[in-house]
C-alpha cells in the first residue's frame, strides 16, 4: 500500500440525511467529487437538488452525515464555518444581487469585508472577474440596469471573487428569457475548462452532454444513478431515469 497522502475529493458527502418535518428530503447521499470535476445533478422537481445544495456549504444544517470541503469536515457554525462556506461559491437562479449598490461594489464587497483585501485590489480582481465573464462595461450600473443574463454573469463574477475552491449552481438560467441562456452556460463552460471544480444543477442536457464530466440523477432524496454523460443519456438504468429522461428530451 502506498503511504503517500491522497488528493481529498473537493467535496465529500458521506451518509447525508436532511428531514423537513416528515419529509425525508435527503437520504443517505454519498458523494465524491474530485478537484477540477464537472457534475451536473439531474432529476424531477422536489427530488433534493436544491437542499443538497444548500448542505453542501451549510445554508442548509444536515440531520446526520458529514460533508467535507477539500478534506475540511464542515463545521456547524462559528468562524471556521464562515471561513468554508467562503470557499464554496453559489450561484442561484435569482441572481440576488444587491439591488443597491453597483455591479462592481456587489462584487467587491465579499472580499473587502470577509476576505479583508483591500478596496484596491478588490477593485482590481474585480474588474478582471467582470471582464471574464464579458460585462467590465456593465461596472458603474446598477442591477436593474443590466439583462437578466448580465445580472447573472455579474453574480457568477460576484462567487468568483471570493477565490472559492468549488462552485455550486442552481438552475442558473431557470429564470433566464431564452436568448440569454447561451451566454450564462458559456461563462460556466469557460469556467469548468480553466479547472474549476463545480456542481450544477441544470435542465440544460446541452450542457451536460458537453460540459460534464459526471451526472448525478436524484429522486426521492435519493441519488439514483451516478454515470458519465454518455452512459446516462444513452443507456439510463432506473426507470426513474428513463421516465425523466423522456419527458424531458
Ligand atoms: P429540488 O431542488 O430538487 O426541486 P428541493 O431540494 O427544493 O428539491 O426540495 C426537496 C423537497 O423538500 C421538496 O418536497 C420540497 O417541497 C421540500 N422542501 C424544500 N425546502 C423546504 C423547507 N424549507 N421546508 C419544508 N420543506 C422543504
Ligand atoms: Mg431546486
Redesign the pocket.
Known amino acids: 500500500m502506498s503511504t503517500a497522502t491522497p488528493t481529498p475529493p473537493m467535496i465529500q458527502a458521506v451518509a447525508v440525511n436532511k428531514h ?2 416528515d ?1 425525508h ?1 435527503l437520504k443517505d447521499i454519498n458523494l465524491e467529487v474530485p478537484r477540477g470535476q464537472v457534475v451536473v445533478v439531474l ?1 424531477p ?8 445544495c444548500r448542505a453542501l456549504n451549510r445554508l442548509e444544517p444536515i440531520d446526520s452525515g458529514e460533508i467535507s470541503i477539500d478534506g475540511k469536515p464542515l463545521p456547524a457554525e462559528g468562524r471556521a464555518l464562515a471561513a468554508l462556506r467562503a470557499d464554496v461559491g453559489m450561484v442561484f437562479q435569482q441572481f440576488n444581487l444587491f439591488a443597491h449598490k453597483t455591479i462592481l461594489d456587489n462584487v467587491t464587497l465579499g472580499p473587502i469585508k470577509v476576505r479583508k483585501v483591500s478596496a484596491e485590489e478588490a477593485r482590481k480582481t474585480a474588474m478582471e472577474l467582470l471582464d471574464r465573464v464579458g460585462i467590465a462595461n456593465q461596472a458603474e450600473k446598477y442591477p436593474a440596469q443590466l439583462s437578466g443574463g448580465q445580472q447573472q454573469r455579474a453574480a457568477i463574477a460576484r462567487a468568483l471573487a471570493m477565490r472559492p475552491k468549488v462552485m455550486l449552481f442552481d438552475e442558473p438560467t431557470s429564470a433566464l428569457d431564452p436568448e440569454m441562456v447561451q451566454e450564462v452556460l458559456d461563462t460556466m463552460t469557460e469556467l469548468a475548462d480553466d479547472g474549476m471544480t463545480m456542481l450544477v ?1 441544470t435542465h440544460e442536457m446541452g450542457f451536460a452532454r458537453r460540459a460534464a464530466h459526471r451526472v448525478v440523477f ?1 429522486a426521492d432524496g435519493e441519488i439514483v444513478e451516478d454515470a458519465t454523460p454518455d452512459e446516462f443519456f444513452t443507456a439510463p438504468k432506473s426507470d426513474r431515469a428513463k421516465d425523466f429522461l423522456g419527458k424531458i428530451l
Open positions: 423537513f418535518g419529509l428530503v432529476g422537481s422536489g427530488s433534493g437538488k436544491s437542499t443538497l444543477v436524484m
